[in-house]
């Protein structure tokens, strides 16, 4: 069974830092591109960032190229998201995702808040 | 980035009611379209990918349709389980985007 499990989330003052972690089990997770996607509080779903299995290829949403780093371990099976200079607008729950180009997104973890305020 | 445009952005309905949700994108995307359903406090479910594949495990009531720009999904007979808020997206280019979402609630 595919599982994907999110920590890091919390609260976090403006300008500060957070590291998402997503540990993956239930698949070859060296074999798959993943990506982080979140949701603010009562909108809709906002891409992230992308990385490829290999982390040769890794994209970002404008919102937060220059503030955010995806990467991975294939040893550990994780995906992490670190970010810096965190902005009240960051608010959301952080999805971990797996994807591909054949279907889009086929899992989702459970996801965790990431509160950014004062 | 190529905006997703989903309408209507919610309506009520009935259990057994054939409902149609659609989804435009702001320049052709081929079948690079998932459709995605959401319960409250709960990540999304892939429902249907490349436009009409559907995902294993999902019922047969839903369907997908369309290609290029336009696109649709259907449930042909709604059940209580499928009031949710129901996303297209795009895979076609990055950044992915998402469509705004369509919420279906009961009348």
């Known amino acids: 069974e595919v599982q994907l499990v999110e920590s890091g989330g919390g609260l976090v003052q403006p300008g500060g830092s957070l590291r998402l972690s997503c540990a993956a089990s239930?698949?070859?997770?060296?074999?798959?591109?993943m990506n982080w996607v979140r949701q603010a509080p009562g909108k809709g779903l906002e891409w992230v960032s992308y990385?490829?299995?290999?982390?040769?290829?890794?994209y970002y949403a404008d919102s937060v190229k220059g503030r955010f780093t995806i990467s991975r371990d294939n040893a550990k099976n994780s995906l992490y998201l670190q970010m810096n200079s965190l902005r009240d607008e960051d608010t959301a729950v952080y999805y971990c995702?797996?994807?591909?180009?054949?279907?889009?997104?086929?899992?989702w973890g459970q996801g965790t808040l990431v509160t950014v305020s004062s | 980035a190529i905006r997703m445009t989903q309408s209507p952005s919610s309506f009520s309905a009935s259990t057994g009611d054939r409902v149609t949700i659609t989804c435009r994108a702001s320049?052709?995307?081929?079948?690079?379209l998932a459709w995605y359903q959401q319960k409250p406090g709960k990540a999304p479910k892939l429902l249907i990918y490349?436009?009409?594949t559907l995902q294993s495990g999902v019922p047969s009531r839903f369907s997908g349709s369309g290609s290029g720009t336009d696109f649709t999904l259907t449930i042909s007979c709604l059940q209580s389980e499928d009031f949710a808020t129901y996303y297209c997206?795009?895979?076609?280019?990055?950044?992915?985007?998402f469509g705004q979402g369509t919420k279906v609630e009961i009348k």
């Open positions: 995702a797996r994807g591909s180009r054949r279907t889009g997104v086929d899992y």
């Open positions: 239930g698949f070859t997770f060296s074999s798959y591109s």
């Open positions: 990385i490829s299995s290999s982390s040769s290829t890794i």
């Open positions: 320049q052709g995307i081929s079948s690079y």
């Open positions: 490349a436009a009409s």
């Open positions: 997206q795009q895979y076609y280019s990055y950044s992915w985007t």
